[in-house]
């Protein structure tokens, strides 16, 4: 979608409570950019993560975790952790 059409708005209203929503962003810099924008509607992470004891608590807290692109696909473990968990949202 092209700047400026709203897909910052539509990720955090398609939020569900108590889900986390993994978002994937085009380029590195654009992730701490978005991450301060959802910081404003929920509990956010990016990498890195906290270490493998904080890791649960991630997991149970976050709303949204924001990535970018060339993290899909090393992000299986999280995505799946979440979704045994029945944390995974949109």
Same mark, same amino acid.
């Given at each position: ?36 924008? %959802? ?6 992470? $990016? ?9 649960? @608590?991630? =997991?149970? !807290?976050?709303?949204?975790?924001? %990535? ?6 090393? $992000? ?9 968990? @029945?944390? =995974?949202? !949109?």
């Amino acid at each position: 979608m092209p700047t400026g059409s709203g897909k910052t708005t539509l990720i955090w209203t398609c939020q569900r409570l108590g889900t986390c929503s993994i978002v994937f962003s085009p380029f590195k810099y654009l992730v701490e950019q978005l991450k301060g924008i %959802l910081q404003k509607h929920g509990n956010v992470f $990016s990498q890195p993560f906290p270490e493998d004891s904080g890791m649960f @608590g991630m =997991l149970a !807290t976050a709303d949204y975790i924001v %990535l970018p692109y060339e993290d899909g696909p090393t $992000s299986t473990d999280l995505i799946k952790s979440l979704h045994d968990i @029945g944390r =995974l949202g !949109t």
